[in-house]
């Protein structure tokens, strides 16, 4: 262990799947309560999309990844709002449609390039000093909006018409918290992958769902899970030689299910009065 923590591309991994769990387990809170899931779904594609365009063209890949991850959550919020496509349709049609691009891009490239596929299947290891400050700036701007705006944040996410019968600006909070995911889903794409890092916003806050009732300890428990499943991940694919991706998103998984099994509110459920 002392020897694994000794390298400094582990020290890297460690701190990027830190952030990364953390930031993709407070923002699954509001995608669980919302039920947004398939959102980060296709924003995931949507900014692989813009990865594989960087790479082609010669651009770095977090401003396109940015840029395609946040068109595709405006567009899809503003044809809900006009009432032209219900939002998981339009998402639906995105998802498929960056993804194909994404494949295009792909074979568009006259070589091999061994790092885009990190981007799609996640390669925590190889997290360079600038993409973790990167990670860092981008997860600090998330948490800030979050912790600005979480009063809110929590009432469009269980009730959005009442939220603006309340005199919340609920669309521009609605809008906001799709900002909020597009930019995690970016955060996240080196560490987890695009197939995966919707994954991570699920998960971790499912799990939480299940052993409480309370907001804030499903927020603490959200990111307890997440953080601790990124960084035993990253070491179990420093051990055993695994991918990062799958060994984080498979420990949040049997974490989950036993989180169903435990759950208090299975219990009492099966408890006979």
């Not at 639906?92 to 074979?107: E, K, N, P, R």
């Not at 560490?191 to 499912?206: D, K, T, W």
């Not at 179990?236 to 695994?242: E, K, R």
């Amino acid at each position: 262990m002392v020897e694994m923590l000794s390298y400094d591309f582990m020290q890297r991994s460690l701190w990027a799947a830190a952030l990364v769990g953390a930031i993709c387990s407070v923002i699954g809170v509001f995608v669980v309560l919302r039920g947004l899931a398939f959102v980060g779904a296709g924003t995931a594609h949507a900014a692989f999309a813009g990865v594989t365009l960087a790479y082609l063209v010669g651009l770095p890949p977090f401003p396109l990844a940015i840029l395609f991850g946040l068109a595709t959550v405006w567009v899809t919020g503003v044809m809900e709002e006009k009432g032209q496509m219900k939002l998981d349709v339009s998402i639906g049609i995105l998802y498929t449609a960056t993804m194909a691009l994404a494949i295009l891009f792909i074979g568009l490239m006259k070589q091999y390039n061994a790092e885009v596929y990190g981007y799609l299947f996640g390669s925590v290891l190889s997290v360079t000093p600038e993409e973790l400050w990167g990670i860092a700036l981008l997860s600090l701007l998330v948490l800030g909006a979050i912790l600005l705006f979480s009063k809110e944040l929590f009432f469009i996410a269980f009730d959005q018409e009442m939220a603006e019968a309340s005199g919340v600006p609920a669309r521009g909070m609605f809008y906001l918290l799709l900002t909020l995911i597009a930019l995690t889903v970016v955060v996240s794409l080196k560490i987890v992958g695009a197939i995966l890092v919707f994954a991570m916003i699920l998960i971790p806050a499912s799990t939480a769902y299940q052993l409480t009732h309370s907001l804030r300890q499903m927020t603490a428990y959200s990111v307890l899970f997440g953080v601790f499943c990124a960084t035993s991940g990253v070491m179990l694919s420093y051990v055993w030689d695994l991918p990062s991706g799958p060994a984080i998103v498979l420990l949040a998984t049997t974490l989950f299910f036993t989180s169903v099994f435990l759950s208090p509110k299975r219990l009492r459920r099966v408890v006979p009065s």
